[in-house]
C-alpha cells in the first residue's frame, strides 16, 4: 500500500473531500508536495500559520526549549519559564482588565474553559449564543455552536443555551440577569466572514454590564493579527469579559487559552477540584513557541501592512462571477452564486498551485486567509491563479 492508501485506511476521515496532497515540507506561504509540486497557501490552516510555516523565530524557540525539557505540568506543580512569560506577553497585547491567562491545548478547549467559569463565577446557568456560530467540536463547544445540523445527532447537548442572531441589537433583550454569559465570534468565521457593526458591540456591552452577564468573545479565528489589529474586538472600541484564543497562537503548535481579569479566574481557587484541569495544556514548547509568535507579531509590521495586503486582494478580486467579498484584513469569503459554481474552481485552483476551501456553514464562497507574511507579489500571483481558474470553465 502506499501512503495515500494508508492515509484513508488507517486515518479517520472526517469529510468526503480530503485533499489528497502528499505534503513533504511547508515554508512561509508555500507548501511543498512529495512529488516535487509547489503550492501556494491561502488557508493557513483556518488562521493558523499567521506569520508562516516554519517561522525562523519559532522554530528557534522549539529548538531551545527541547533541550530543556518537554512536558511538565504547569497547573497545581512547577514554575515554569516558558508559560509564565507567555502569559505576561499575552496580557501585553489586551486590555489592562484582561490580565490573567489560562492555557490549554485547543480552541474547543479554551471555550470548554470560559464556560465553566462564567458559570461558576456568577452561579447562573443560562448561556447565550449565536446563529451560525462555530466555536468547536467538543460537547460544550458544540452547545454553544449555532448550526442545527451539526448539533442534531449529538442531542442532548448542555441545557440552558440559547441561539440568538449574530449583529441584531433587537434580540440583545434575551440577554437578562438570570445570563451567565454570552459567547460570540467577534467576526463570525464557518458563517462565512459575518460582521456586526459598531453599534452593536457598543450595546451588547451595554446590555452584558446592566445584567451582570460575562462577554466572552471567541478571538480563535480572527486574533493575533488576522483582521488588521492584534485582536478583532479593538476594530469595535469594547473590551470582552473573556477572551479565547487558540489557532494562530503556536505559531503552528498547539495551544490555547482564555484571559480574563483575575478576579473573575480566581473564582477556579475557591475549590480546584472544580476548576478546569488539564495535563497538557500550556506545553511548554507549545508555550516558547507561542512566545515567539507573540513577538514576531509585535515587534514586526506584519499588522500594519494586512489592510494594504487585503486591499490589493479586493482589488484584483474582480470578476463577475464573484458576487461579494466580506472582509476585516485578511480573513476574507469570496462569494460565488453556488458550492456547485464554487467548487470546480477551488479544484482548478489547486491543480494550477493555490491552496483555498470553503467555510464549514457557508459553501458558496472561497476562504482567504493566506499567511500575514505573504508578500504583493505573492497576492499578485495567487490573484491571477484564481481569476484564471474561473475562467477555465
Ligand atoms: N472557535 C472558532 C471561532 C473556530 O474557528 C474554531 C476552529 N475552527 C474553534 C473555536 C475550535 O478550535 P479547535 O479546532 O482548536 O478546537
Same mark, same amino acid.
Given at each position: 500500500?502506499? *501512503? ?5 485506511s488507517h486515518l479517520a476521515q472526517t469529510t468526503d ?17 512529495? *512529488? ?86 456568577? *452561579? ?14 467538543? !460537547? ?56 456586526a457593526d459598531k453599534e452593536y458591540f457598543m450595546a ?30 479593538? !476594530? ?125 456553514y457557508c459553501d458558496n464562497a472561497m476562504r482567504i ?25
Amino acid at each position: 500500500m502506499n *501512503n495515500r492508501q494508508l492515509f484513508l485506511s488507517h486515518l479517520a476521515q472526517t469529510t468526503d473531500f480530503p485533499l489528497m496532497i502528499e505534503i513533504e515540507k511547508a515554508e512561509g506561504v508555500f507548501l511543498y508536495g512529495s *512529488n516535487g509540486e509547489k503550492y501556494m497557501d491561502l488557508i493557513s490552516g483556518i488562521g493558523v500559520s499567521n506569520i508562516g510555516h516554519r517561522h525562523p523565530n519559532v522554530l528557534a524557540a522549539i529548538h531551545d526549549q527541547l533541550d530543556k525539557y518537554l512536558h511538565l505540568m504547569v497547573y497545581g506543580e512547577y514554575v515554569q519559564q516558558p508559560q509564565t512569560l507567555l502569559a505576561q506577553a499575552l496580557v501585553n497585547t489586551l486590555p489592562d482588565s484582561l490580565n490573567n491567562v489560562y492555557l490549554v491545548n485547543s480552541g474547543s478547549e479554551a471555550i470548554e474553559g470560559a464556560l465553566k467559569l462564567a458559570k461558576r463565577f456568577n *452561579n447562573r446557568r443560562e448561556i447565550i449564543s449565536c446563529v451560525d456560530a462555530y466555536h468547536g467540536s467538543s !460537547h460544550g463547544a458544540l452547545s454553544v455552536g449555532g448550526n442545527e445540523l451539526f448539533k442534531r445527532a449529538y442531542r442532548p447537548l448542555l441545557p440552558g443555551i440559547r441561539n440568538i442572531n449574530y449583529g441584531a441589537i433587537e434580540q440583545l433583550e434575551h440577554i437578562t440577569t438570570d445570563t451567565s454569559a454570552i459567547i460570540l465570534e467577534t467576526i463570525q468565521g464557518e458563517a462565512g466572514v459575518r460582521i456586526a457593526d459598531k453599534e452593536y458591540f457598543m450595546a451588547l456591552r451595554e446590555k452584558c454590564n446592566q445584567t451582570g452577564t460575562l462577554l466572552i468573545m471567541d478571538e480563535v479565528q480572527t486574533g493575533f493579527g488576522r483582521t488588521g489589529k492584534f485582536w478583532a474586538f479593538e !476594530h469595535f472600541n469594547i473590551v470582552p469579559d473573556i477572551v479565547v484564543c487558540a489557532k494562530g497562537m503556536g505559531g503552528g503548535m498547539p495551544i490555547g487559552a482564555f484571559v480574563t481579569s483575575k478576579k473573575i479566574m480566581d473564582v477556579f481557587k475557591e475549590n480546584p477540584l472544580l476548576g478546569h484541569i488539564t495535563t497538557f495544556g500550556g506545553h511548554p514548547v507549545s508555550a516558547a513557541a507561542s512566545l515567539a509568535t507573540i513577538q514576531t507579531i509585535t515587534e514586526g509590521n506584519l499588522i500594519e501592512q494586512v489592510e494594504e495586503k487585503a486591499t490589493m486582494f479586493k482589488r484584483l478580486l474582480v470578476h463577475p462571477k464573484i458576487k461579494e467579498i466580506r472582509s476585516k484584513g485578511l480573513m476574507m469569503a469570496v462569494a460565488f452564486d453556488s458550492f456547485e459554481v464554487l467548487k470546480p474552481i477551488i479544484d482548478r485552483c489547486i491543480d494550477n498551485g493555490v491552496i483555498t476551501d470553503w467555510f464549514l456553514y457557508c459553501d458558496n464562497a472561497m476562504r482567504i486567509a493566506p499567511p500575514l507574511t505573504i508578500n504583493f507579489e505573492e497576492i499578485q500571483e495567487a490573484c491571477q491563479c484564481i481569476l484564471q481558474s474561473i475562467n477555465e470553465d
